[in-house]
């Protein structure tokens, strides 16, 4: 069974930054597509940016050019760096790991954007 534990979320403001992680229990991770997605209050869970096992990347267009995902696979690691951050950022994000046998989800960790 797979584990994704988020960390890094936070009240922060406006313009502001923050690098989420998530950590992953998986076996062979590197064989993985990864992905952060966000939950804001009264809406649906949306994909925000993901990752596959061989480094190719996609983002929302809402995140494109302020968003970057990344990995180590030597330390079954994924991040999400955020760089100027909007009020609108504010949800909860969680982990996301995917394959065609395999699905697993983090708790979830909640990040504030607020002056």
């Known amino acids: 069974q797979v584990q994704l534990v988020e960390s890094g979320g936070g009240l922060v403001q406006p313009g502001g930054y923050l690098r989420l992680s998530c950590a992953a229990s998986?076996?062979?991770?590197?064989?993985?597509?990864m992905g952060w997605y966000r939950q804001a209050p009264g809406k649906e869970r949306e994909l925000v940016a993901g990752i596959t096992s061989g480094g190719s990347t996609n983002y929302a267009d809402a995140v494109k050019g302020r968003f970057t995902i990344s990995r180590d696979n030597a330390k079954n690691t994924v991040y999400l760096q955020m760089n100027s951050l909007k009020p609108e950022d504010t949800a909860v994000y969680f982990c996301?790991?995917?394959?065609?046998?395999?699905?697993?989800w983090g708790q979830g960790t909640q990040v504030t954007v607020s002056s």
């Open positions: 996301n790991l995917n394959s065609p046998l395999l699905t697993a």
């Open positions: 998986a076996r062979r991770f590197t064989v993985y597509t």
